[in-house]
Nanobody, 125 residues
Framework: QGQLVESGGGLVQPGDSLRLSCAAS????????MAWFRQAPGKDREFVTA????????YYTDSVKGRFTISRDDAKNTVYLQMNKMKPEDTAVYYC??????????????????WGQGPQVTVSS
């Protein structure tokens, strides 16, 4: 049974940076599609970015392109989300998710098998 444990949430000011970590156990991130989603108050959970298990393919939603970067450390079985130039509209609960093994990445929440607990990220001055 897979488990995802996230860390790194908090309160930052507009323009600041923050890094989230997602440590996986019971599954290998090298064979799973790993994604980050977020959910703002009163809104649906939305896809942010994902890392395909095939090669180094990554995908980003338009609103975070050029600001957010997903990366992975297979030796630590951990996925990261580096968030730069943060904006108030980035405020949300951020969820790490895993899909697989050997499954294609999709932006649909229902396609993912495992979820982290979702740390709160708040961007406010």
């Amino acid at each position: 049974q897979g488990q995802l444990v996230e860390s790194g949430g908090g309160l930052v000011q507009p323009g600041d940076s923050l890094r989230l970590s997602c440590a996986a156990s019971g599954l290998s991130i090298s064979t799973y599609g790993m994604a980050w989603f977020r959910q703002a108050p009163g809104k649906d959970r939305e896809f942010v970015t994902a890392f395909s298990w095939i090669g180094a393919s990554t995908y980003y939603t338009d609103s975070v392109k050029g600001r957010f970067t997903i990366s992975r450390d297979d030796a630590k079985n951990t996925v990261y989300l580096q968030m730069n130039k943060m904006k108030p509209e980035d405020t949300a609960v951020y969820y790490c998710a895993a899909k697989g093994p050997y499954q294609r990445i999709t932006p649909r929440t229902r396609d993912y098998d495992y979820w982290g607990q979702g740390p709160q990220v708040t961007v406010s001055s």
